[in-house]
Protein backbone atom coordinates (compact mmCIF):
# COMPACT_ATOMS: atom_id res chain seq x y z
CA UNK A 1 0.00 0.00 0.00
CA UNK A 2 0.99 3.75 -0.59
CA UNK A 3 -0.60 5.58 2.09
CA UNK A 4 -1.42 9.09 1.84
CA UNK A 5 -3.36 11.27 4.56
CA UNK A 6 -3.62 15.08 3.54
CA UNK A 7 -4.09 16.74 6.29
CA UNK A 8 -1.79 19.21 8.12
CA UNK A 9 0.75 17.79 9.80
CA UNK A 10 0.87 20.31 13.06
CA UNK A 11 -3.25 18.82 13.81
CA UNK A 12 -3.95 15.91 15.69
CA UNK A 13 -4.83 13.99 12.29
CA UNK A 14 -1.27 14.73 11.10
CA UNK A 15 0.41 13.42 14.43
CA UNK A 16 -1.58 10.29 14.80
CA UNK A 17 -1.97 9.64 10.72
CA UNK A 18 0.59 10.99 9.40
CA UNK A 19 3.20 10.71 11.90
CA UNK A 20 3.09 8.25 14.72
CA UNK A 21 0.41 5.13 13.13
CA UNK A 22 1.94 4.93 9.49
CA UNK A 23 5.63 5.21 10.91
CA UNK A 24 4.95 3.15 13.98
CA UNK A 25 3.59 0.47 11.19
CA UNK A 26 6.14 0.71 8.27
CA UNK A 27 3.85 2.09 5.80
CA UNK A 28 4.87 3.60 2.49
CA UNK A 29 3.59 6.97 2.72
CA UNK A 30 3.02 10.03 0.88
CA UNK A 31 3.46 13.50 2.77
CA UNK A 32 2.50 16.62 0.82
CA UNK A 33 2.35 20.36 1.62
CA UNK A 34 1.23 22.76 -0.13
CA UNK A 35 -2.61 24.32 -1.99
CA UNK A 36 -4.71 21.76 -3.47
CA UNK A 37 -5.23 24.00 -6.44
CA UNK A 38 -1.59 24.48 -6.97
CA UNK A 39 -0.38 24.87 -10.12
CA UNK A 40 -3.92 23.44 -10.70
CA UNK A 41 -7.30 22.46 -8.79
CA UNK A 42 -6.19 18.85 -10.11
CA UNK A 43 -2.94 18.59 -7.61
CA UNK A 44 -3.95 16.17 -5.33
CA UNK A 45 -5.40 13.87 -8.22
CA UNK A 46 -1.48 14.12 -9.94
CA UNK A 47 -0.39 12.90 -6.57
CA UNK A 48 -2.49 9.81 -6.59
CA UNK A 49 -1.43 8.69 -10.02
CA UNK A 50 1.97 9.72 -9.64
CA UNK A 51 2.49 7.77 -6.71
CA UNK A 52 0.35 5.02 -6.88
CA UNK A 53 -1.55 5.94 -3.50
CA UNK A 54 -4.25 3.06 -2.57
CA UNK A 55 -5.37 4.35 0.58
CA UNK A 56 -6.57 8.23 0.95
CA UNK A 57 -7.59 9.91 3.70
CA UNK A 58 -9.08 13.92 3.83
CA UNK A 59 -11.33 15.78 5.34
CA UNK A 60 -15.29 16.80 4.19
CA UNK A 61 -14.34 20.72 3.95
CA UNK A 62 -11.93 20.00 0.68
CA UNK A 63 -14.29 17.00 -0.83
CA UNK A 64 -17.15 19.36 -1.15
CA UNK A 65 -14.57 22.46 -2.44
CA UNK A 66 -13.12 19.62 -5.23
CA UNK A 67 -16.94 19.32 -5.69
CA UNK A 68 -17.72 22.80 -6.36
CA UNK A 69 -14.69 22.59 -9.09
CA UNK A 70 -16.44 19.90 -10.63
CA UNK A 71 -15.37 16.50 -11.79
CA UNK A 72 -13.12 17.01 -15.04
CA UNK A 73 -10.36 17.63 -12.63
CA UNK A 74 -10.00 14.42 -11.23
CA UNK A 75 -11.28 13.14 -14.62
CA UNK A 76 -7.85 14.15 -16.08
CA UNK A 77 -6.19 11.50 -13.70
CA UNK A 78 -5.72 6.97 -13.75
CA UNK A 79 -6.53 6.86 -10.10
CA UNK A 80 -7.11 3.28 -10.44
CA UNK A 81 -4.91 2.43 -7.98
CA UNK A 82 -6.99 3.70 -4.82
CA UNK A 83 -8.66 1.12 -2.70
CA UNK A 84 -9.77 2.86 0.18
CA UNK A 85 -10.72 6.52 1.23
CA UNK A 86 -11.24 8.09 4.27
CA UNK A 87 -13.12 10.81 5.61
CA UNK A 88 -12.17 12.77 9.08
CA UNK A 89 -12.62 15.94 10.66
CA UNK A 90 -16.49 16.75 10.77
CA UNK A 91 -19.17 14.76 9.75
CA UNK A 92 -19.45 14.22 6.16
CA UNK A 93 -23.12 14.82 4.67
CA UNK A 94 -24.39 12.04 2.72
CA UNK A 95 -23.96 14.07 -1.11
CA UNK A 96 -19.98 14.47 -0.45
CA UNK A 97 -20.00 11.15 0.54
CA UNK A 98 -21.68 9.92 -3.07
CA UNK A 99 -19.25 12.15 -4.64
CA UNK A 100 -16.47 10.78 -3.26
CA UNK A 101 -17.16 7.66 -3.72
CA UNK A 102 -18.37 7.85 -7.64
CA UNK A 103 -15.71 10.11 -8.88
CA UNK A 104 -12.49 9.90 -6.68
CA UNK A 105 -13.25 6.06 -5.71
CA UNK A 106 -14.60 5.02 -8.63
CA UNK A 107 -17.33 3.50 -6.86
CA UNK A 108 -15.24 0.63 -6.24
CA UNK A 109 -13.60 2.11 -3.17
CA UNK A 110 -15.13 1.98 0.62
CA UNK A 111 -15.52 5.01 2.01
CA UNK A 112 -14.05 5.29 5.77
CA UNK A 113 -16.10 7.96 7.81
CA UNK A 114 -14.03 8.43 11.11
CA UNK A 115 -14.89 9.77 14.02
CA UNK A 116 -12.06 11.07 16.77
CA UNK A 117 -10.88 13.59 18.86
CA UNK A 118 -7.58 15.33 19.51
CA UNK A 119 -8.54 14.20 23.30
CA UNK A 120 -9.01 10.57 21.69
CA UNK A 121 -6.01 9.89 19.92
CA UNK A 122 -7.35 8.09 17.20
CA UNK A 123 -10.15 7.09 15.43
CA UNK A 124 -12.53 5.05 17.89
CA UNK A 125 -15.80 4.84 15.78
CA UNK A 126 -15.59 4.02 11.88
CA UNK A 127 -17.07 1.22 9.58
CA UNK A 128 -14.61 -1.95 8.69
CA UNK A 129 -14.69 -2.56 5.41
CA UNK A 130 -15.60 -5.76 3.83
CA UNK A 131 -17.39 -6.47 6.93
CA UNK A 132 -19.46 -3.09 8.13
CA UNK A 133 -22.11 -1.91 5.72
CA UNK A 134 -21.68 1.18 4.90
CA UNK A 135 -24.41 4.55 4.80
CA UNK A 136 -23.15 7.61 3.34
CA UNK A 137 -22.74 9.74 6.50
CA UNK A 138 -22.80 7.40 8.75
CA UNK A 139 -19.52 6.82 11.00
CA UNK A 140 -21.28 3.54 11.76
CA UNK A 141 -20.66 1.19 14.61
CA UNK A 142 -17.87 1.85 17.33
CA UNK A 143 -14.15 0.04 17.04
CA UNK A 144 -14.23 -3.44 19.01
CA UNK A 145 -13.34 -2.65 22.32
CA UNK A 146 -15.04 0.99 22.19
CA UNK A 147 -18.07 1.61 24.83
CA UNK A 148 -19.49 4.21 22.73
CA UNK A 149 -23.12 5.02 24.16
CA UNK A 150 -25.53 8.26 23.56
CA UNK A 151 -27.17 10.07 26.61
CA UNK A 152 -29.82 12.27 26.92
CA UNK A 153 -29.47 14.87 29.19
CA UNK A 154 -30.30 12.99 32.25
CA UNK A 155 -27.85 10.45 31.93
CA UNK A 156 -30.34 8.00 30.35
CA UNK A 157 -28.71 5.46 26.79
CA UNK A 158 -31.30 7.03 24.07
CA UNK A 159 -31.02 3.76 22.54
CA UNK A 160 -31.94 2.81 18.61
CA UNK A 161 -33.76 5.95 16.75
CA UNK A 162 -32.81 8.57 19.31
CA UNK A 163 -30.29 11.41 20.07
CA UNK A 164 -28.14 13.14 22.49
CA UNK A 165 -24.58 13.65 23.45
CA UNK A 166 -22.32 10.98 22.91
CA UNK A 167 -19.90 9.75 25.72
CA UNK A 168 -17.25 6.76 25.77
CA UNK A 169 -17.79 5.08 28.73
CA UNK A 170 -15.03 3.06 29.41
CA UNK A 171 -11.29 3.20 28.77
CA UNK A 172 -8.97 3.44 25.68
CA UNK A 173 -5.71 2.69 24.54
CA UNK A 174 -4.97 6.50 23.50
CA UNK A 175 -7.33 8.64 25.58
CA UNK A 176 -6.17 11.77 26.99
CA UNK A 177 -5.38 11.74 30.36
CA UNK A 178 -4.50 15.59 31.27
CA UNK A 179 -5.13 19.71 30.33
CA UNK A 180 -1.16 20.62 30.44
CA UNK A 181 -0.90 22.57 33.37
CA UNK A 182 -4.93 22.63 34.21
CA UNK A 183 -5.89 19.26 35.61
CA UNK A 184 -8.90 21.13 37.37
CA UNK A 185 -10.32 22.04 33.38
CA UNK A 186 -9.78 18.60 32.64
CA UNK A 187 -11.94 17.50 34.90
CA UNK A 188 -14.59 19.77 34.49
CA UNK A 189 -14.28 19.78 30.92
CA UNK A 190 -14.65 15.75 30.39
CA UNK A 191 -15.61 14.24 33.04
CA UNK A 192 -17.95 16.20 35.05
CA UNK A 193 -21.25 16.21 32.65
CA UNK A 194 -21.92 12.57 33.98
CA UNK A 195 -19.67 11.10 36.71
CA UNK A 196 -17.03 8.40 34.90
CA UNK A 197 -17.65 8.26 31.40
CA UNK A 198 -15.89 10.48 28.75
CA UNK A 199 -18.54 13.73 27.21
CA UNK A 200 -17.30 14.28 23.98
CA UNK A 201 -19.46 17.29 23.40
CA UNK A 202 -20.69 15.97 20.24
CA UNK A 203 -24.27 15.47 19.47
CA UNK A 204 -25.32 12.25 17.91
CA UNK A 205 -27.93 9.76 16.76
CA UNK A 206 -28.93 6.03 16.92
CA UNK A 207 -30.62 5.09 13.73
CA UNK A 208 -32.64 1.64 13.82
CA UNK A 209 -29.96 -0.05 13.02
CA UNK A 210 -27.59 0.57 15.72
CA UNK A 211 -25.23 2.91 14.06
CA UNK A 212 -23.75 6.53 14.62
CA UNK A 213 -24.58 9.42 12.60
CA UNK A 214 -22.33 12.45 14.11
CA UNK A 215 -24.88 15.92 14.07
CA UNK A 216 -21.38 18.22 15.76
CA UNK A 217 -20.72 20.09 18.54
CA UNK A 218 -22.84 20.58 21.10
CA UNK A 219 -22.69 24.37 20.52
CA UNK A 220 -23.60 23.75 16.60
CA UNK A 221 -26.76 23.07 18.00
CA UNK A 222 -29.78 25.87 17.22
CA UNK A 223 -33.07 26.70 18.87
CA UNK A 224 -35.87 28.14 17.13
CA UNK A 225 -38.77 28.92 18.95
CA UNK A 226 -37.99 25.87 20.99
CA UNK A 227 -36.89 23.11 18.10
CA UNK A 228 -33.51 21.79 18.34
CA UNK A 229 -31.62 22.15 14.73
CA UNK A 230 -28.50 20.86 14.10
CA UNK A 231 -26.31 23.11 12.10
CA UNK A 232 -25.19 19.88 10.19
CA UNK A 233 -28.76 18.74 9.52
CA UNK A 234 -29.66 22.38 7.63
CA UNK A 235 -26.20 22.98 6.17
CA UNK A 236 -26.63 19.02 4.38
CA UNK A 237 -30.13 20.10 2.93
CA UNK A 238 -28.53 23.04 1.72
CA UNK A 239 -25.34 20.99 -0.23
CA UNK A 240 -28.59 18.47 -1.30
CA UNK A 241 -29.05 21.54 -3.78
CA UNK A 242 -27.43 20.89 -7.22
CA UNK A 243 -26.69 24.85 -7.09
CA UNK A 244 -24.42 24.76 -3.72
CA UNK A 245 -21.04 23.76 -3.46
CA UNK A 246 -20.66 24.37 0.61
CA UNK A 247 -22.81 25.85 3.26
CA UNK A 248 -21.94 26.89 6.67
CA UNK A 249 -25.09 27.66 9.33
CA UNK A 250 -24.91 29.56 13.09
CA UNK A 251 -27.53 30.84 14.85
CA UNK A 252 -28.34 34.58 15.65
CA UNK A 253 -30.29 36.17 18.39
CA UNK A 254 -33.32 36.77 17.41
CA UNK A 255 -36.00 38.58 20.23
CA UNK A 256 -38.97 36.33 18.59
CA UNK A 257 -37.32 33.03 18.38
CA UNK A 258 -34.77 33.24 20.30
CA UNK A 259 -32.74 32.10 17.64
CA UNK A 260 -32.75 32.43 13.76
CA UNK A 261 -30.28 30.51 11.38
CA UNK A 262 -27.93 32.14 8.68
CA UNK A 263 -26.13 30.34 6.13
CA UNK A 264 -23.80 30.79 4.47
CA UNK A 265 -23.23 29.60 1.21
CA UNK A 266 -20.60 28.97 -1.36
CA UNK A 267 -22.47 28.27 -5.03
CA UNK A 268 -20.84 25.84 -7.39
CA UNK A 269 -18.67 28.19 -9.82
CA UNK A 270 -21.35 27.38 -12.41
CA UNK A 271 -24.32 29.13 -11.07
CA UNK A 272 -25.24 33.01 -10.96
CA UNK A 273 -25.65 34.73 -7.43
CA UNK A 274 -29.77 36.25 -7.71
CA UNK A 275 -32.48 36.45 -5.32
CA UNK A 276 -34.48 33.93 -7.02
CA UNK A 277 -31.60 31.34 -5.88
CA UNK A 278 -31.85 32.41 -1.91
CA UNK A 279 -36.05 31.91 -2.46
CA UNK A 280 -35.13 28.38 -4.02
CA UNK A 281 -32.56 27.74 -1.07
CA UNK A 282 -35.07 28.84 1.75
CA UNK A 283 -37.86 26.67 0.34
CA UNK A 284 -35.38 23.89 -0.56
CA UNK A 285 -34.46 23.70 3.34
CA UNK A 286 -37.98 23.61 4.43
CA UNK A 287 -39.25 20.93 2.06
CA UNK A 288 -36.07 18.55 3.39
CA UNK A 289 -36.29 19.30 6.89
CA UNK A 290 -39.74 21.67 7.75
CA UNK A 291 -40.56 24.99 7.60
CA UNK A 292 -38.92 25.78 11.40
CA UNK A 293 -35.49 24.79 9.71
CA UNK A 294 -35.51 27.57 6.85
CA UNK A 295 -32.82 29.90 7.09
CA UNK A 296 -33.86 33.53 8.25
CA UNK A 297 -30.60 34.70 5.88
CA UNK A 298 -28.60 33.54 3.55
CA UNK A 299 -25.64 35.24 2.84
CA UNK A 300 -23.40 34.13 -0.19
CA UNK A 301 -19.59 33.61 0.12
CA UNK A 302 -16.85 32.58 -2.43
CA UNK A 303 -14.63 31.56 0.86
CA UNK A 304 -15.77 29.98 3.98
CA UNK A 305 -13.54 30.79 6.83
CA UNK A 306 -11.33 27.39 7.68
CA UNK A 307 -8.40 26.83 9.96
CA UNK A 308 -5.44 25.08 8.19
CA UNK A 309 -6.48 21.78 8.81
CA UNK A 310 -9.98 22.32 6.72
CA UNK A 311 -12.60 23.30 9.61
CA UNK A 312 -14.92 25.69 8.70
CA UNK A 313 -14.75 28.28 11.99
CA UNK A 314 -18.37 28.80 12.66
CA UNK A 315 -17.41 30.78 15.64
CA UNK A 316 -16.23 33.47 13.41
CA UNK A 317 -19.32 33.60 11.31
CA UNK A 318 -21.42 33.89 14.27
CA UNK A 319 -18.79 36.86 15.24
CA UNK A 320 -19.41 38.06 12.12
CA UNK A 321 -23.89 37.47 11.87
CA UNK A 322 -23.85 39.36 15.38
CA UNK A 323 -22.05 41.94 14.47
CA UNK A 324 -19.06 41.32 17.32
CA UNK A 325 -15.16 42.01 17.49
CA UNK A 326 -13.60 38.74 16.31
CA UNK A 327 -12.26 36.12 18.38
CA UNK A 328 -8.84 34.03 17.94
CA UNK A 329 -7.54 34.05 14.98
CA UNK A 330 -4.71 32.26 15.14
CA UNK A 331 -5.69 29.56 13.37
CA UNK A 332 -7.10 31.30 10.46
CA UNK A 333 -5.78 29.70 7.14
CA UNK A 334 -6.80 32.88 5.05
CA UNK A 335 -7.68 36.24 7.70
CA UNK A 336 -8.75 38.24 4.15
CA UNK A 337 -12.00 35.95 4.05
CA UNK A 338 -13.46 36.95 7.17
CA UNK A 339 -12.78 40.45 6.68
CA UNK A 340 -14.50 39.76 2.82
CA UNK A 341 -17.49 38.54 4.61
CA UNK A 342 -17.71 41.39 7.56
CA UNK A 343 -17.68 44.04 4.47
CA UNK A 344 -20.80 42.19 3.11
CA UNK A 345 -22.91 41.24 5.76
CA UNK A 346 -22.84 45.21 6.99
CA UNK A 347 -23.88 45.98 3.39
CA UNK A 348 -26.66 43.43 3.51
CA UNK A 349 -27.98 44.41 6.82
Not at 134 to 154: R, V, Y
Not at 263 to 280: M, P, Q, Y
Not at 286 to 315: H, Q, V
Request: glycine fraction near 10%.
Amino acid sequence: DTYWCTADIGWVTGHSYIVYGPLANGATSVMYEGSPDYPDRDRFWAVVAKYGVTILYTAPTAIRTFMRWGESYPQKHDMSSLRLLGSVGEPINPEAWIWYYENIGGSRCPVVDTWWQTETGSILIAPLPGITILKPGSATKAFPGIDAEILDEQGNSVGPGGGGYLTIKGPWPSMLRTIYGDHDRFVEQYWSRYPNIYFTADGAKLDEDGDFWLLGRVDDVINVSGHRIGTMEVESALVDNSKVAEAACIGKAHEIKGQAIVAFVTLKDSVAISDDVIVELKAHVANKIGAMARPDDIIFAAELPKTRSGKIMRRLLRDVAEGRALGDTTTLADPAVVDSLKEQYGDEE
